[in-house]
């Protein structure tokens, strides 16, 4: 299905991003698109230090950048040199991404912009026009790879566009978005193949989520991976007995990891849908011996050959997720001593905000490390990690119950970090619970999507009034580094720089800088004009290094609002592009 989209070429200025007037504009001597270049699988695997092609910037998924002209001695002159105001509505939870001095933004409405990254000059735009009724909302992320710029949208396509041009180079449609399929994260590529999770499967669409891999050069989609496993077998028959039909939920919404060592990716499944087991057919346990109700493979890490789609093994952190505790974030592959022992390491967690290990070449589990307070799990097995769940959180029909923390998560979709510098994570964390109850299905109700339950968000008990938090922990021996904490939420994911700092921004609008080893403070940007949502960058253009991050709210940890009532936000929602450098000097 074919979907027009439009090209405004650099001598022309949209005036107004709803507008359809345009404006002619003398082109900028030296054009920023004449430096582009072919990416190729040997330039993803080893990107230029100056550019970010990718989610995380580099296949390990780490955020990292070895930039360092911007360092713990000068970012104290940090200050804004230019800035870009995108399209208004919907959600931006924007990566953007920078190559040769050009950098590429998605905005909520699905208007992909090119601008020339030191000065902020619009260089081209596509509008890929979404059908009525579909909710506008920017995806996390996209990827560049050959020529082109990928990205997925809101109504299940997966779209590529010439990074120089603007023009449409290809246009799969996936599924059918009337069903309530579509994208909420964008593509890896790995060894060649386009790779994407699909989102909303929460919708009622029967069997649940899949992962799919595609044709770089044409989008023809060439495997297919479901994440709700199949079969008259150990993972198919982890389903209680349901029907294949009656198992809903395992979207993959986060973009993974790849290890071309190993020519493995490494992607992250949700929950099962409706949350609360319940409702979901997971509880009571079906007596049937055959049948376990672990859910296979909602929370669990995939380990896919990227080439076929072949599934090599997989780990499931959470059996049978009844308070929507997703373990679908980011992956850190690390290669980092355990007991002594060099090992290849894929590190993620999930929402309880637990920090787990797995030997990425077996799937084996190797540790553990709680951060936030919780008290959904009571234990864990140091061999296995097999999880005990405490039952007085497992939500009920007619009862409320008290768990933290509450859905949005200890940690959300704002990604951790990982600096080789310091072998450690960055983590941004909220601490907060909730009292939950359980909606129920009328007799007779066909179930048609949603959660089914109702999270009323509190703090902590012995809340200190420090929501958001940001904490650094030593990836060789799983301790404890730093932590700063403060009383508005931390709401972006953490960057990490070859200059000794880690950035993150925070629901109050401000941009801040860490000493990567103590945590000290060194910077706090002016207040933005709204909320940071989303995932800071840093970039190299003409010699010179630039941090940018992207404001929005009404998303995400945006909702923990409601905890933070002091925290005054504009209501016209707007988003806009920051880009932040050191001043010349003469």
């Keep these: 299905m074919y979907r027009k989209g439009s090209v405004l070429a650099a001598s022309a200025l949209v005036l107004g991003l709803c507008s359809s007037t345009v404006w002619a504009q003398q082109a900028p001597a030296t054009n920023a698109l004449d430096n582009l270049t072919t990416i190729t699988d040997d330039v993803l695997k080893n990107p230029a230090d100056g550019d970010w092609l990718m989610a995380r910037r580099t296949y390990n998924g780490w955020g990292y950048s070895p930039l360092d002209q911007i360092n713990k001695d000068n970012v104290d002159k940090l200050q804004l040199v230019w800035s870009w105001g995108l399209s208004p509505g919907g959600t931006t939870q924007e990566t953007p991404l920078v190559h040769n001095g050009v950098m590429f933004v998605q905005n909520s409405s699905h208007l992909i912009q090119a601008l020339d990254a030191a000065s902020g000059d619009l260089l081209w735009q596509y509008q890929y026009s979404l059908p009525t009724g579909v909710n506008p909302g920017g995806e996390r992320s996209k990827a560049l790879y050959g020529d082109n710029l990928i990205f997925a949208t809101r109504d299940a396509h997966i779209v590529a566009v010439n990074a120089k041009t603007g023009k449409l180079a290809w246009d799969q449609q996936v599924a059918d978005y009337k069903k309530g399929w579509g994208y909420s994260s964008g593509p890896l590529v790995a060894d060649g193949v386009v790779i994407q999770g699909m989102t909303n499967c929460g919708n009622g669409e029967p069997g649940g989520c899949f992962i799919t891999g595609h044709d770089a050069e044409t989008g023809k989609e060439i495997w297919r991976l479901n994440t709700i496993a199949a079969g008259d077998t150990p993972e198919g028959n982890s389903w209680n007995g349901l029907p294949q039909m009656s198992r809903y939920g395992a979207s993959a919404w986060i973009t993974g990891a ?3 060592d190993q020519n493995v990716v490494f992607a992250g499944v949700g929950q099962p849908y409706p949350w609360p087991a319940v ?7 079906n007596p049937d011996s055959k049948y376990t109700n672990n859910a296979a493979y909602t929370d669990s890490t995939l380990a896919i050959e990227p080439k076929t789609g072949t599934l090599k093994w997989y780990h499931q ?3 049978n997720d009844t308070l929507d505790l997703d373990y679908v974030y980011e992956r850190l592959l690390v290669d980092l001593p355990v007991k002594g022992e060099m090992t290849k390491q894929v590190i993620t967690a999930g929402k309880l905000a637990i920090i787990e290990s797995l030997d990425r070449t077996s799937g084996k589990w190797l540790w553990a490390h709680e951060t936030v307070p919780q008290n959904v799990v009571s234990a864990i097995d140091p061999v296995t990690g097999e ?4 039952p007085d959180v497992i939500p009920q029909v007619g009862k409320t119950t008290f768990n933290c923390p509450a859905d949005p998560g200890g ?3 704002q990604a951790t970090s990982y600096s080789p510098k310091t072998q450690m994570m960055y983590m941004p964390t909220v601490e907060f619970c909730s009292n939950t109850d359980v909606n129920p299905l009328d007799p007779g109700q066909v179930y048609t999507g949603g959660g089914l339950a109702t999270f ?4 902590r008990p012995d809340s200190d009034g420090n929501i958001g938090q940001v904490r650094a922990i030593n990836l060789a021996d799983q301790t404890d580094a730093w932590m700063y904490r403060q009383h508005a939420p931390v ?9 000794g700092l880690v950035f993150v921004g925070t629901l109050d609008r401000k941009l801040l800088a860490f000493d990567d080893t103590t945590g000290k403070l060194l910077w706090t940007s002016p207040t933005l004009n709204n909320s940071i949502e989303s995932f800071p960058i840093t970039f190299e253009a003409g010699g010179k290094q630039y941090v940018a991050v992207v404001t929005n709210w009404s998303s995400g940890l945006g909702r923990l609002k409601s905890i933070t009532p002091d925290v005054q936000l504009p209501p016209d929602n707007p988003h806009s592009v920051y880009v932040f450098a050191l001043p010349d000097t003469k």
């Design 258 to 260: 790849y290890d071309p």
């Design 279 to 285: 409702l979901n057919g997971l509880l009571p346990k």
């Design 317 to 319: 952190y959470l059996a």
């Design 387 to 390: 999880k005990t769940i405490n």
């Design 411 to 413: 940690r959300a979709w």
């Design 456 to 459: 009323n968000r509190v703090p």
């Design 491 to 499: 709401t972006t994911s953490t960057l990490p720089t070859g200059g």
